[in-house]
């Protein structure tokens, strides 16, 4: 006997369960549909993405419909038009056999006025972003004055995306005797504020532990510098032939940059982030979830809409800014019972945040080496033998066998063996004997960052006064982005087209992943190492020593700094004649590096 049947469902969503093959309810439904269908209340579940809580509400919410009554009887609330059109998706295939109930979507980058036409004709069921929502409510398009049940998804991410003003005014919209259903990952101060304002002592459904991650998912993390993240995500997808993947990353520029460069080297990869329009979005994920994408790099609001359950890895590119944000990613793997893996790749200034985030998943991360080229060149060519083996032979290809076999029938089966494997395994060897070995931070010396006498590190910056920049400015510019005390931050040169500042060597990693990771004015900041140190003496431009008092000229190291220092961390390229640097032309490497085989 199906299970769903002892949870109190009519015949006509068991008809549908069956038509689904669900078999089995999830903890979060088994607690949930129950609870829902006994009672007129209000709840609380607090379950991890992936655990089935839009089957938990969309049952029990689907029975206690009247079709027969057209009006607008329950309202779901979601912080994305990706997760909004799924979840309409998934009620519409819960009810197909529930004649005369109807389900709209409402959302924005579509025709308002289309979707109001849609309600007009009888939409017992909404499914809303809350922005368009409000839009809606403004413009007289809805009436939620009489709803009986409302359903707030994902409400955690929804406040994290600054929707609560919309929300509180949603709800003020609607009945105080309604019942209110309020689904979370996590239970951050705003989700609880909202059930204690809005909600009449809720009963609450907690699956594992407040917080806590899937026991499905294992956590990995990478320690690299700060300038090693793209070579070492790289590194990732290939020590993983099938990988299927989100990256995230914090930003919109950068989610399209990672992409772009994952593409230009080989890979099927595509960026998804507010920036593309729903068409775009649409094309993006349809590809995604056929599989001719296998690196998709995401934004976390983009995210929210991706419901696939065979993603192998989380790579997390940057951690989150709000450390709970990690569970909602690492919640896009290991899902419907299967297993996956989060990974992390940070640098030393954000290694903190490792322990943080433990604490809150109450899971343990695993360090993990750099895979080295050789490592991946085994795995590679492993891969490759299996591909071999279960390839299915097109009986096409006999009638070219003749005149294969007078071009090959001199070679032995060793000989055969290692000649066709090598064209793959080839060009792997030889990309990664041109690639220099990643280490770990951990594993490398001081020396290495070229640190003076003093214990400083001297920097090249590729801002100067043509962005409006002087000694004093640059330096509160820098100490402010960089958080750093007053005295961490000392010998500001400030030059026309750039400029050299140090700090002591303790806030080294710190400074190359802020600065690199930045733009000012729209244009890209880059920061490189300089091995001249720029002196010993902690001085500002104007000359000031920390004691006092005035230098009556430059000293050698300053007037090395007018265009004598030398840099060795990152390459910035030629030089216009206006001393700016110009970043290299984006170019193809597939000549380089082989592309992935598929």
Known sequence: MNKFQELGLNELLLKAIQDLGFETPSEVQEKAIPLLLQHDTDIVALAQTGTGKTAAFGFPLIQKIDPENRSTQALILSPTRELCLQITNEIKQYSKYVKGLHTVAVYGGASITEQAKEVKRGAQIIVATPGRMQDMINRNYVNIKN?????????????????????????????????????????????????????TKPQEITVGHKNQGSENVSHEYYLVGARDRYPVLKRLADMNPDIFSVVFCRTKRDTQAVAEKLIEDGYNAAALHGDLSQAQRDGVMKAFRGRQIQMLVATDVAARGIDVDDITHVINYQLPDEIETYNHRSGRTGRAGKTGTSIVIVTKSEYKKISQIERIIKKKFVQKPIPTGMEICEVQL??????????????????????????????????????????????FIEYYKKQNTIDSPKSREKGERSVNSDGSVRYFLNLGSRDNFDWMSLKDFLRDTLDLGRDDLFKVDVKEGFSFFNTDASHSERVMEILNNMHHEGRQVNVEISTSGGGSSRRDHNGRGRSGGFRSERSSSDRRSSGGERRTEGKFGRRREDDRPVRNERRSVRGDRPRRSN
């Open 382 to 427: 492993i891969h490759l033998a299996n591909k071999a083996r279960c390839v299915e032979v097109d009986s096409e290809i006999d009638k070219y066998l003749p005149k294969i076999e007078e071009l090959l029938g001199d070679l032995s089966k060793e000989e055969l063996i290692k000649k066709m494997f090598s064209l793959e395994f080839n060009r």
């Open 147 to 199: 709803i009986q049940i409302c359903v707030l998804d994902e409400a955690d991410e929804m406040l994290n995306m600054g929707f609560y003003d919309d929300i509180t005014s949603i709800l003020s919209d609607t009945p105080e005797e309604k019942n209110t259903w309020l689904f979370s990952a996590t239970m951050p101060q705003e989700v609880a504020r909202i059930a204690r304002e809005f909600m």
